[in-house]
Structures are given as C-alpha cells and as structure tokens.
C-alpha cells in the first residue's frame, strides 16, 4: 500500500493520521461506513499490536478533498 501513495502520515502535532490515495477510493466514496471501518480497525489492532500507549479513536472521511484523517487519543487505563 505505501507504494501506492497510501502510507500514513502524522502531522506534528501527533494526534491524528492522515491517509491519502486510498486503494479503495471508489468504493470508499458509495459506502464509507464499510471501507472506513475497515481502515479504522487496521489502525486500531496494529496500534495494539505495537502496545502503543495510543488509540485510533475515530476516522473522518474524506476531511478534505484528498484525504482521511485517522483521530488518535491516549489507551484508557
């Protein structure tokens, strides 16, 4: 997927990802609640994978025209 453009990227102030050219863009668009959840779990289980003290909380769709954006908070506990 990185070699596709669709590695992550976070912004300095670390509390969130961002996503660009999704592999799966044209089907993201007609059903988000199925693709994006997807991508949210991915997050979700390699941030626990790595035990990270981080979460992916929540993913906005298409923040803007050209990307997702991945919302990261601190694990509960």
Known sequence: MANLGFAPEQPADGDQITLRHCPFLELAQQHPEVVCQVHLGMAQGVLAAWRAPITAT???PFASPDRCVVELSP???
């Open 58 to 60: 929540r993913l906005v």
């Open 75 to 77: 694990v509960p506990g």
